[in-house]
């Protein structure tokens, strides 16, 4: 899945002989989840630790889901549970507050797990959760300042969280205790998250595994008159057979223009003879989420100019990876990339100059020169973000030095968007005319094309590993899996016609 949205703009043959063995047994142990709760206590003096975990579905879709900051520390599955941690004198307590269950409700529901089960199913002590709210007040009225874990799902929505149990609960102590002090540890436990354990590498590598054979269904199963749902079923269903949670975000299965909608998510369309096709899914397990992105021909040839499109993308991905390591900043990637962007570009027609700019629309974050004209394709950067509890996780190089570090893992996503509506909309100025007019025939030429390969990486102390190496991505490689015959699409049939 493309970079968060803060950055865009700017910024052999395989043969597959047998299905992909996909083991199911990989875990983080509870001595992790215990340990990550004492460093947690460890960044404050003394307080009130409060960690609120997802809320039971209100409908009947979509299903329950932990919190992944919740998940992060505790493991715990259930819905409606409230971690709360106290640290004072020098000592600390942990307690798991959890709704009280009719035994009507486990025949509707399935059985919860009680209050005093707790201790021996995951090690933490449980109490009712109707007994919460007084706990608080009391180690409130002590004088115990308030910590909060923000309950959300996405970090890249917290600043907007007003909704949520824990944002209900910050506002309701405040107005009972004006002096109250209240700090979130968000930016503790990302910064605990952005460091992956191997234990939740091996779930990462699980997911990847997963999604990466969904894709290599997908390329079999793709032909001209093939919905993008068709191709979407098939994909989920596959993640789901494998052992696979859920789709890690909303499948993106974009054809022709479709594939210049980064986060184009209706999969409506039906495909045509000589399109791309965008396929950008993924699966989680055990909530660790995957992220893979694959172009490929419709009709299972590339044409010559999207050959050379689509080889400018790999080999800007390759650059970024090259020097990729423990201790690298990730700016040396990023330049590497761009350098061959810039020439690529040039050499296609698509940039009048390494250095040609473009006046764009106000408000966008550009140089008073104008916007680097590479722009016009590059929506986003070359790298792509961390993997982990969620699809958009973080990473070790997003902050401080921006260095690579053992422990990141993370996407690399280079993409080319050719929409010559987008350039058609930029102001109509001198530089802007000029520019047009200069690359019209290149504009003609790649036409509609959007092009995106995303692959998932893990930093070691000893280099860099391609995790997703299982998925082809070379244009040979999916040229000659697309020969295959094709899966049974669910349902029955496939999109190809009887031979």
Known sequence: MHLRLARLFLGAVLVVAAPLAISLDAQVPAQEYAARRAAVLARIDSGVVIAFGEVDPVSDWPTFFQLPHFHYLTGFGEGNAVLLMVKRGG???????????????????????AADALQRSIGIPGRDIAGFRASVDSLVAAGLPVYVVPDVHMADFAEQDSLSRGSRLVAQL????????????????????????????????????????????????????????????????????????RPAYGSIVGSGPNANILHYMADTRVMR???????????????YAADITRTLPVNGTFTPAQRELYQLVRDAQEAYVR???????EMESAVAAREVYNKGLLRLGL????????DAPAGTNCPPTGCPQRALYAWHGYGGHGIGLEVHDPAQ????????????????????????????????TPKNRVMRAKLAPALAKYSGMGIRIEDDYVVTSSGTE??????????????????????????????????
């Not at 003879?273 to 909530?287: K, N, P, R, Y």
């Not at 995790?467 to 999916?478: A, Y």
């Open 323 to 329: 020097p990729m390591k423990d201790g690298v900043r």
């Open 174 to 245: 405040r107005a009972a205790h004006p002096s109250l002090r209240v700090t979130s540890l968000d930016s503790v436990v990302n910064g605990m998250r952005a460091k992956k354990s191997a234990p939740e590498i091996a779930l990462l590598q699980r997911a990847v595994d997963i999604s990466g054979k969904a894709h290599i269904e997908a390329m079999k199963a793709v032909a001209p008159g093939c919905g993008e749902y068709e191709i979407q079923s098939l994909l989920e269903g596959t993640f789901k057979r494998l052992g696979g949670d």
């Open 351 to 358: 940039i009048e100059s390494d250095s040609a700019t473009f």
């Open 466 to 499: 391609w995790m997703s190496k299982g998925t082809p991505r070379e244009i040979t490689e999916i040229e000659a899996l697309m020969k295959s015959a094709s899966p049974a699409l669910p349902g029955g049939g496939t999109c190809r016609p009887k031979a």
């Open 397 to 428: 190089y997003y902050d401080g030095d921006h260095v690579f570090r053992a422990g990141d893992v993370t996407t690399v996503e280079p993409g080319l968007y050719v929409d010559p509506s987008f350039i058609a909309s930029l102001p109509d």
């Open 273 to 287: 003879d000589g399109e791309l096709l965008l396929i950008d899914a993924a699966t989680s397990f055990d909530h």
């Open 91 to 113: 000592s600390a307590s942990t307690t798991m507050f959890v709704p009280h269950q009719a035994e009507f409700m486990a025949r509707v529901l399935g059985k919860r797990t």
